[in-house]
């Protein structure tokens, strides 16, 4: 049961243009929303998050947006560099149920900017 | 530097065999996470322990056990061990247990059962 989906196993841009990764999910009970991003041979590190309280949250060059209604959300990233290559893992958590305290994550989407 | 320290990074062993992996929080940090990352796959929880209790349980196996000891470090253990164990584990942590609360993970611990 993937209850956060990650449709797109990968992406290609060019420097300077707008990246924008998708995931969807499934569980009404996610309420917080969070972007991992994760360089071979490391462990994921934190790039963003949202609360469902909230349509757009905005760091930078990185920014994402929240559709409740249809269980979705994206990153932006512009302009897109080429440090920006890695994978992108979206995760979600819940204030309760079975899911209270722990990150469910997507499949990732793999982004690669070139110069 | 995520402060999270996993052993050993890299650990090759036969099957049906058991090991332990070990995961030293960061500092401060309450919860203790288990993930498991196979071939093409994302990053399937296992289990979570928050101040030396288990507080979730995901998709872990009956031959996979964990714990987290009094100075908050936690082991995986991983016994009876099958070709398709191999996978990348990554230990992560957090200050508390409330939603969303942001996650830190280790570099991970790369094992490659033969």
């Given amino acids: 049961d993937q209850q956060v989906k990650q449709n797109s196993p990968s992406l290609s841009v060019q420097e300077g243009r707008i990246s924008i990764l998708n995931c969807d999910y499934t569980n009404s009970m996610f309420d917080y929303f969070l972007w991992y991003k994760k360089y071979p041979a490391e462990g994921p590190t934190f790039l963003i998050s949202i609360s469902s309280i909230k349509d757009k949250n905005e760091d930078g060059r990185f920014t994402v947006f929240l559709n409740k209604s249809a269980k979705h959300l994206s990153l932006h990233i512009v302009p897109s560099q080429p440090g920006d290559s890695a994978v992108y893992f979206c995760a979600a958590s819940a204030a309760g149920g079975t899911s209270y305290g722990k990150l469910t994550f997507g499949q990732g989407t793999i982004l690669t900017v070139h110069p | ?114």
């Avoid at chain 2, 062993?13 to 994302?42: F, H, I, K, N």
């Avoid at chain 2, 100075?71 to 991983?78: I, Q, T, Y």
């Fill in chain 2, 1 to 114: 530097d995520s402060g999270v320290t996993q052993t050993p990074k890299h650990l090759i062993t036969a099957t049906g065999q058991r090991v332990t992996l070990r995961c030293s929080p960061r500092s401060g940090d309450l919860s203790v996470y288990w993930y498991q990352q196979s071939l093409d796959q994302g990053l399937q929880f296992l289990i979570q322990y928050y101040n030396g209790e288990e507080r979730a349980k995901g998709n872990i196996l009956e031959r996979f056990s964990a714990q987290q000891f009094p100075d908050l470090h936690s082991e995986l253990n991983l016994s009876s061990l099958e070709l398709g164990d191999s996978a990348l584990y990554f230990c992560a942590s957090s200050v508390g247990l409330s939603p969303g609360t942001e996650a830190f993970f280790g570099q991970g611990t790369r094992l490659t059962v033969v």
